[in-house]
T-cell receptor
Framework: DQQVKQNSPSLSVQEGRISILNCDYTNSMFDYFLWYKKYPAEGPTFLISISSIKDKNEDGRFTVFLNKSAKHLSLHIVPSQPGDSAVYFCAASLSSNTGKLIFGQGTTLQVKP | KAGVTQTPRYLIKTRGQQVTLSCSPISGHRSVSWYQQTPGQGLQFLFEYFSETQRNKGNFPGRFSGRQFSNSRSEMNVSTLELGDSALYLC??????????????FGPGTRLLVL
């Protein structure tokens, strides 16, 4: 039972353009969401998070949007840079129990110079 | 502040053996969670420890176990290794899982290969 889904295994964008990574969840109890970036053979690096009381959170080039009714979140990277090329994971949890994260399968982003 | 550290970084074992992996959380963090990453299953939650007690457990067989010490360091153990246990094992720490909006910070992982 995949509670968190990233339906696009890969995404390729041109440097300077916008990258949009999508994530869907099925469990309506989830109320805290995070995005992580991961390089091969390294641990995930935290990028940005959002609580269900918000519908948008911004941090520099990264913005996360949450649509609770659709159980959908997205990560926007503007402008995209070659160094952003990595695997991006979305994760969900209960804000009262953030020790357990449920991850999506990941989306490999390639930013071409 | 030092990040999450995991030892060893790489490990090769044979089927039937057991293995113990270690994780030291960020200073001041009291919760440690463990995850398994495989190509087929992605990142899956194993268990979480807080104040030396297991708070959450994922859907893994009893061969996977863990513990946490009074200094918040954690170990996980896998007994009777199977080929399918080959994976990257990641640990993550937070200050407290009871505080809303806490973020988990990950270590570099231990790459386990079972032959």
């Amino acid at each position: 039972d995949q509670q968190v889904k990233q339906n696009s295994p890969s995404l390729s964008v041109q440097e300077g353009r916008i990258s949009i990574l999508n994530c869907d969840y099925t469990n309506s109890m989830f109320d805290y969401f995070l995005w992580y970036k991961k390089y091969p053979a390294e641990g995930p690096t935290f990028l940005i998070s959002i609580s269900s009381i918000k519908d948008k959170n911004e941090d520099g080039r990264f913005t996360v949007f949450l649509n609770k009714s659709a159980k959908h979140l997205s990560l926007h990277i503007v402008p995209s840079q070659p160094g952003d090329s990595a695997v991006y994971f979305c994760a969900a949890s209960l804000s009262s129990n953030t020790g357990k994260l449920i991850f999506g399968q990941g989306t490999t982003l390639q930013v071409k110079p | 502040k030092a990040g999450v550290t995991q030892t060893p970084r790489y490990l090769i074992k044979t089927r039937g053996q057991q293995v113990t992996l270690s994780c030291s959380p960020i200073s001041g963090h009291r919760s440690v969670s463990w995850y398994q990453q495989t190509p087929g299953q992605g990142l899956q939650f194993l268990f979480e420890y807080f104040s030396e007690t297991q708070r959450n457990k994922g859907n893994f067989p009893g061969r996977f176990s863990g513990r946490q010490f009074s200094n918040s360091r954690s170990e996980m153990n896998v007994s009777t290794l199977e080929l399918g246990d080959s994976a990257l094992y990641l640990c993550a720490s937070t200050q407290s899982p009871l505080v809303a909006g806490e973020t988990q910070y990950f270590g570099p992982g231990t790459r386990l290969l079972v032959l």
